[in-house]
């Protein structure tokens, strides 16, 4: 009897969509590839949604230094664990993670050494450092996951880990006691969340919106001032760098600034403006995947969640001009 012989050909391994940007400043394209496979101290993950944050635009324009194309961008990732790596004990399969913009710390630089993982010289962010959450399957390093709670949704979950966890964490570092007032400079996907969170924290919230549309705030200096400024102001814009410049006069005595807006526009504050009364300016950037993990459950505690619009992968390059549009109430999130 003559053997069966397995048939003979290329092996073709299981393809999956993903959004990439061919080079900077190109358009997006859906294109097919092989799924990538899990190296050590990784997993794959199926992704069930991604949000769409400001700072994709990074990517998207090659703003920032050293990408390398084509790249998925994407840091507001959810899914489900679907291949672990060699050497991963502490992460199961099926098991529900989320990936944010801390993308990986290299555990060897001076901030590293110290535990300070959020300031890691060679910090990995995922969409820019390695391909994003715009695709169907992605891998991550298992130092960059996060244990997502069952009670919130995959699109309301992902924006929690860019736009939430700084909003949440930039607060709760500013110093700012329950009672102060807090002005939330920029009502988009970062600041509709800050205004939630101020509230929650037990702040007096000023929202102060974009250009026309904060007409009804005639005067937000004196609407500051008047309602007592006395802490922090969580700026959240691109577009806020100068009225963050005026607005820094309604701040009260030792209030503080706290820039979380993306953008490499300078910030115009006179010495006078922080001698009297103390003031200052701090920037503040995400978190580690264990403050995103506090965002997720001070979430779900606290009933703060997004408001999300979705669209479907294929539709990453609409889902990303609606985003750039600041017309989107309030995140833009993609789903697989
Ligand atoms: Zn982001």
Redesign the pocket.
Known sequence: MAATRAPVGPITAASMKVAQIPKPGGEFQIVDREMPDPGPGHVRMKVQACGV???DALTKEGSWPGIQYPRVPG??VVGVIDKLGAGVSNWKNGQRVGVG?HGGQDNTCPSSRRGDFRNCRNLKIPGISYDGGYQQYMVAPVEALVEVPESLTDAEAAPLL??GI?TYNALRHSGAMPGDVVAVLGIGGLGHLGIQFANKFGYKVVAIGRGSESAALTNPVEALQKAGGRAGNLSDSSELESDSSELFSGLGPNGKLMVIGVTFDPIEVTPVQLISGSRTIQGWAAGTPADSEDTLRFAELTGVRPMVETYPLEKAAEAYARMMSGKAEFRVVLTM
């Open positions: 944050c400001g700072s840091h507001e913009w860019c736009a700084t």
